[in-house]
């Protein structure tokens, strides 16, 4: 039961104010990872236009790494190209917060493998015809 | 910022009568305990005072009591202590799923050493079974290991009635009663047990000094080895402050034990139905009416448990939780685990574990600063549904 709460400034930062909070109606990706047995979970919503993100948005289940991790993910994905966002890792997410302590990198792949699946989700659904701006 | 400590049950302040009880030792006593000069036998006597206070508080004989480097120490001694010196009768031990990290990784270790280890399951209250024990008993059976209270729940098991069966098979019988001391009365004779760990900083007194209580006739082997101290049990030149420390804090525990107990039980039950009244889907972990007066272990549906503790955490508020995400595993709590508690539901406990310095002005500001905290972290979860919130369970 011991608390790991040496997170950095940023951190604590997104996880009281969290950007970019709640569903997305009628998004055109989800995806949603994890599951309660290990932690976290985390639902990520996009909008696309012209080929970048639009917006993005989230709700996510989990500990204070989980909730920055999100934040953070949906504010680097807003704006970007479909490809320059799927190639968003980690270690990218967890460097724009400062950093995050060795026990907590695995919940900063929760932010990268949603919005990889939320994008993918979305070409699958275009591919099959569904057209989208 | 007010700063308020809800977390007894992982350590507790240091009383001030402690401390003086400490600091006249480092200031007054300067010999070794086994010397026989005047200073050695200033230093045992006042070693041997606090045996004795440790003793009269569980109703043993200071002959029996060894003093450690801790409750998880204790635990060894007692655990793999027994186990080593009963090899030749035989390799069974039995202890339970829920036990503290200081017992279950013992077991773990004796089972790759050739032991064979039964961890008993317990009920969806968090309770162990007698009769399911007694069923667990083979010949060869050497140990039994069931803790008095649970750290995380504040579940008392039945001691009582374990000692019975453990005595009319004529099994030697450990309880880990370290979160039991000073919350409840504690007696070797009537829990019926064998051997008992303490632990000082659980009762308001220092950390890195513990007990284990060995009943007279039940062999053990020691885990170190060196000098004749503590009965060749725990060699190793005394811990004197610490022991005295713990002395002193043993017996102002046995003190006002009932009337403290009284109170903490009547502010903690406060602090429920407090969070129940003004906090939709909470749902309470352990048996209700079998628990330590100051502890509360309660699931927030919808939200992990770290989120909760760091927005408490801002506004000063200390607890504890028994997520994965927070003690770097993979897995939630074990003992919440073991009652069968739904993993959302694990993921979302917080412990409440109050004591002697806590007040109802405590309680009452943990509710309030709870209540935004549960209610943001909740309208951020994928699994949270407000229109569940007016139905009951
Ligand atoms: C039930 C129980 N057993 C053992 C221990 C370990 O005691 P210590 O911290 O003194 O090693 C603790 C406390 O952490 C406990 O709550
Ligand atoms: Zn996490």
Same mark, same amino acid.
Do not use: W
């Given at each position: 039961?011991?608390?790991?709460?040496?997170?950095?400034?940023?951190?604590?930062?997104?996880?009281?104010?969290?950007?970019?909070?709640?569903?997305?109606?009628?998004?055109?990706?989800?995806?949603?990872?994890?599951?309660?047995?290990?932690?976290?979970?985390?639902?990520?919503?996009?909008?696309?236009?012209?080929?970048?993100?639009?917006?993005?948005?989230?709700?996510?289940?989990?500990?204070?790494?989980?909730?920055?991790?999100?934040?953070?993910?949906?504010?680097?994905?807003?704006?970007?190209?479909?490809?320059?966002?799927?190639?968003?890792?980690?270690?990218?997410?967890?460097?724009?917060?400062?950093?995050?302590?060795?026990?907590?990198?695995?919940?900063?792949?929760?932010?990268?493998?949603?919005?990889?699946?939320?994008?993918?989700?979305?070409?699958?659904?275009?591919?099959?015809?569904?057209?989208?701006? | 910022?007010?700063?308020?400590?809800?977390?007894?049950?992982?350590?507790?302040?240091?009383?001030?009568?402690?401390?003086?009880?400490?600091?006249?030792?480092?200031?007054?006593?300067?010999?070794?305990?086994?010397? +026989?000069?005047?200073?050695?036998?200033?230093?045992?006597?006042?070693?041997?005072?606090?045996?004795?206070?440790?003793?009269?508080?569980?109703?043993?004989?200071?002959?029996?009591?060894?003093?450690?480097?801790?409750?998880?120490?204790?635990?060894?001694?007692?655990?793999?202590?027994?186990?080593?010196?009963?090899?030749?009768?035989?390799?069974?031990?039995?202890?339970?799923?829920?036990?503290?990290?200081?017992?279950?990784?013992?077991?773990?270790?004796?089972?790759?050493?050739?032991?064979?280890?039964?961890?008993?399951?317990?009920?969806?209250?968090?309770?162990?079974?007698?009769?399911?024990?007694?069923?667990?008993?083979?010949?060869?059976?050497?140990?039994?290991?069931?803790?008095?209270?649970?750290?995380?729940?504040?579940?008392?098991?039945?001691?009582?009635?374990?000692?019975?069966?453990?005595?009319?098979?004529?099994?030697?019988?450990?309880?880990?009663?370290?979160?039991?001391?000073?919350?409840?009365?504690?007696?070797?004779?009537?829990?019926?047990?064998?051997?008992?760990?303490?632990?000082?900083?659980?009762?308001?007194?220092?950390?890195?000094?513990?007990?284990?209580?060995?009943?007279?006739?039940?062999?053990?082997?020691?885990?170190?080895?060196?000098?004749?101290?503590?009965?060749?049990?725990?060699?190793?030149?005394?811990?004197?402050?610490?022991?005295?420390?713990?002395?002193?804090?043993?017996?102002?525990?046995?003190?006002?034990?009932?009337?403290?107990?009284?109170?903490?039980?009547?502010?903690?039950?406060?602090?429920?139905?407090?969070?129940?009244?003004?906090?939709?889907?909470?749902?309470?972990?352990?048996?209700?009416?079998?628990?330590?007066?100051?502890?509360?272990?309660?699931?927030?549906?919808?939200?992990?448990?770290?989120?909760?503790?760091?927005?408490?955490?801002?506004?000063?508020?200390?607890?504890?939780?028994?997520?994965?995400?927070?003690?770097?595993?993979?897995?939630?709590?074990? +003992?919440?685990?073991?009652?069968?508690?739904?993993?959302?539901?694990?993921?979302?406990?917080?412990?409440?574990?109050?004591?002697?310095?806590?007040?109802?002005?405590?309680?009452?500001?943990?509710?309030?600063?709870?209540?935004?905290?549960?209610?943001?972290?909740?309208?951020?979860?994928?699994?949270?549904?407000?229109?569940?919130?007016?139905?009951?369970?």
């Amino acid at each position: 039961m011991s608390g790991e709460t040496d997170y950095s400034e940023k951190v604590m930062d997104h996880f009281h104010n969290p950007r970019n909070v709640g569903k997305l109606e009628d998004p055109d990706g989800v995806g949603t990872v994890g599951n309660p047995v290990c932690g976290d979970v985390m639902k990520l919503y996009i909008k696309v236009n012209d080929g970048r993100i639009a917006d993005a948005r989230f709700q996510t289940f989990g500990c204070g790494a989980a909730i920055a991790t999100s934040s953070m993910v949906t504010e680097l994905a807003r704006g970007k190209t479909l490809d320059e966002a799927i190639a968003i890792s980690n270690k990218e997410v967890a460097a724009a917060l400062d950093g995050l302590p060795p026990a907590k990198m695995h919940c900063s792949m929760l932010g990268e493998e949603a919005l990889k699946k939320a994008i993918e989700d979305y070409r699958k659904k275009r591919g099959s015809g569904e057209a989208e701006g | 910022m007010k700063k308020i400590y809800l977390d007894h049950n992982a350590t507790t302040p240091l009383r001030r009568e402690v401390l003086a009880a400490m600091e006249e030792i480092y200031q007054n006593v300067t010999g070794n305990p086994s010397s +026989v000069h005047f200073f050695g036998r200033e230093a045992r006597r006042r070693l041997e005072a606090g045996r004795k206070q440790v003793a009269e508080t569980i109703g043993a004989r200071p002959e029996e009591i060894v003093f450690t480097g801790g409750g998880t120490e204790a635990d060894n001694l007692a655990v793999q202590g027994v186990a080593y010196a009963s090899r030749s009768k035989g390799d069974h031990i039995i202890t339970s799923a829920i036990e503290h990290p200081a017992v279950l990784a013992a077991c773990r270790f004796l089972e790759k050493e050739g032991f064979s280890v039964t961890y008993l399951p317990v009920s969806r209250e968090g309770l162990v079974s007698p009769s399911q024990l007694e069923e667990a008993i083979r010949p060869e059976t050497i140990l039994i290991s069931v803790m008095t209270a649970n750290n995380e729940t504040g579940v008392i098991q039945p001691v009582a009635e374990i000692g019975e069966i453990a005595r009319s098979r004529k099994v030697p019988f450990h309880t880990d009663a370290i979160q039991g001391l000073g919350k409840i009365p504690l007696s070797v004779e009537e829990m019926g047990v064998d051997l008992m760990s303490l632990s000082g900083h659980k009762v308001y007194g220092p950390q890195g000094v513990g007990a284990l209580y060995i009943r007279k006739g039940i062999r053990v082997r020691p885990l170190t080895y060196g000098g004749h101290h503590e009965r060749s049990k725990r060699p190793g030149t005394e811990n004197l402050a610490g022991i005295v420390g713990f002395g002193e804090a043993s017996r102002l525990a046995r003190e006002n034990l009932e009337s403290e107990a009284d109170r903490l039980r009547m502010l903690r039950d406060r602090l429920c139905s407090e969070i129940s009244d003004r906090i939709p889907r909470v749902k309470m972990n352990g048996a209700p009416g079998l628990r330590l007066p100051n502890t509360l272990n309660l699931s927030f549906e919808y939200v992990e448990g770290e989120g909760i503790l760091l927005g408490l955490e801002e506004k000063g508020v200390a607890a504890a939780t028994g997520s994965a995400c927070t003690s770097g595993e993979l897995a939630p709590s074990h +003992v919440l685990s073991a009652m069968e508690v739904e993993a959302a539901l694990a993921q979302g406990s917080v412990r409440f574990s109050l004591g002697r310095e806590n007040t109802l002005e405590d309680i009452l500001y943990t509710v309030d600063v709870l209540v935004p905290v549960v209610k943001r972290l909740r309208e951020m979860s994928p699994f949270y549904d407000p229109d569940n919130d007016t139905q009951g369970d």
